[in-house]
């Protein structure tokens, strides 16, 4: 059974960079494509970037002059970075994995890591 | 950008039918999904390429994705279906979200 599992700083000052990453277990992280995607407190849904097992990455157009998504197929793990952090960036983040685009959908999902920005 | 349009609430007694819409241009022509997300848990795949079921989730939850609209119906609606749904589907490689639909069985 696939597994991933988010893990952050839980707390993040304004203009800093935010850092998570997302371990996966049960599976290998060198097929599929694997996702960012957060929830502000009593919102919805808002996908943030993806990266392929071969390195191809695609961003939301409103973060992408912020964010960066990696992959480290020898830990198992992605990460994402989002620099210049707001209050508007507090959020539930979760990572999902995915098959492939157009058309492809989330069919496994981390439990969420809440990240609160504030001094 | 592209945009994805669902109802805020809808409401279904206990065993009836409940319908949840998703508006989007030309959203037939992509494969459209659903995820169930209950309070303080992470979302699940219901349907997914319009109208497939993943192992697991019951009978009740069927799919259509036709013209603008793509439709999640659950059939026979039980208390524990209350929760929230959204909509997905994919625009020039990114991924959209609809903003979400609180069902509520009364």
């Known amino acids: 059974q696939v597994q991933l599992q988010e893990s952050g700083p839980g707390l993040v000052k304004p203009s800093e960079t935010l850092s998570l990453t997302c371990t996966v277990s049960?599976?290998?992280?060198?097929?599929?494509?694997w996702s960012w995607i957060r929830q502000p407190p009593g919102k919805g849904l808002e996908w943030i970037a993806y990266?392929?097992?071969?390195?191809?990455?695609n961003y939301h157009p409103s973060l992408k002059s912020r964010v960066t998504i990696s992959l480290d197929t020898s830990k198992n793990h992605f990460s994402l970075k989002l620099r210049s952090v707001t209050a508007a960036d507090t959020a539930v983040y979760y990572c999902a994995r995915h098959r492939g685009v157009l058309g492809g959908y989330f069919d496994y999902w981390g439990q969420g890591t809440l990240i609160t920005v504030s001094s | 950008s592209y945009e994805l349009t669902q109802p805020p609430s809808v409401s279904v007694s206990p065993g009836q039918t409940a319908k949840i819409s998703c508006s989007g241009d030309n959203l037939g022509d992509k494969y459209a999904c659903w995820y169930q997300q209950k309070p303080g848990q992470s979302p699940v795949l219901v349907i997914h390429?319009?109208?497939k079921r993943p192992s697991g989730i019951p009978e009740r939850f069927s799919g259509s994705n036709s013209g603008n609209t793509a439709t999640l119906t659950i059939s026979g609606t039980q208390g524990m279906d209350e929760a929230d749904y959204y909509c997905?589907?994919?625009?020039?490689?990114?991924?959209?979200f609809g903003g979400g639909t609180k069902l509520t069985v009364l």
């Open positions: 390429q319009d109208s």
């Open positions: 049960g599976g290998s992280i060198s097929s599929y494509y």
């Open positions: 990266i392929s097992y071969s390195g191809t990455t």
């Open positions: 997905q589907a994919w625009d020039s490689s990114t991924v959209i």
